[in-house]
C-alpha cells in the first residue's frame, strides 16, 4: 500500500536547523512530484516547497524562500526539507504529499497521497 513516513521534526530554538525526510513506498515515486505543507493550529493547511520528478526544478512559499531547500532522491524513495533560520512562526505539523499531475500546484485538494505528518515547534 501506499505509504509516506515523514520523521525529523522536533524543538527547535529560533534561528535554529531542522531537516525533515519523507520515506515513499507503495507508488511510483520517481513519477510523482513532490511536496511539503504545513498547519498551524487553526489555520488551514498551506503549502511550503515543491519539487519536479527530476529534483531539477523547485518551488517555495515567499515566507520560506531563502530559508529552506526541498530536495529528493529517486533511488531512495525519498524527499527532504532543510530549514534553516527558523522562525516561530514556521510552528507546524509537516505533511509531505504526492501529486502525479503535470505542474507543480499549491492547492492541497490536488495531491494524491499524504504522510502523517510530523510536528516542528520553534520557541523564541
Known amino acids: 500500500q501506499v505509504q509516506l513516513v515523514e520523521s525529523g521534526g522536533g524543538l527547535v530554538q529560533a534561528g535554529g536547523s531542522l531537516r525533515l525526510s519523507c520515506a515513499a513506498s507503495g507508488f511510483s515515486f520517481s513519477s510523482y512530484r513532490m511536496a511539503w505543507f504545513r498547519q498551524a493550529p487553526g489555520k488551514e493547511r498551506e503549502f511550503v516547497a515543491g519539487i519536479s520528478w527530476s529534483g531539477g526544478n523547485t518551488y517555495y512559499a515567499a515566507s520560506v524562500k531563502g530559508r529552506f531547500t526541498i530536495s529528493r532522491e529517486n533511488a531512495k524513495n525519498t524527499v527532504w526539507l532543510q530549514m534553516n533560520s527558523l522562525k516561530p512562526e514556521d510552528t507546524a505539523v509537516y505533511y509531505c504529499?504526492?501529486?502525479?499531475?503535470?505542474?507543480?500546484?499549491?492547492?492541497?485538494?490536488?495531491?494524491?497521497?499524504w504522510g502523517q505528518g510530523t510536528q516542528v515547534t520553534v520557541s523564541s
Open positions: 504529499a504526492a501529486f502525479v499531475g503535470v505542474l507543480i500546484t499549491t492547492s492541497p485538494g490536488s495531491y494524491d497521497y
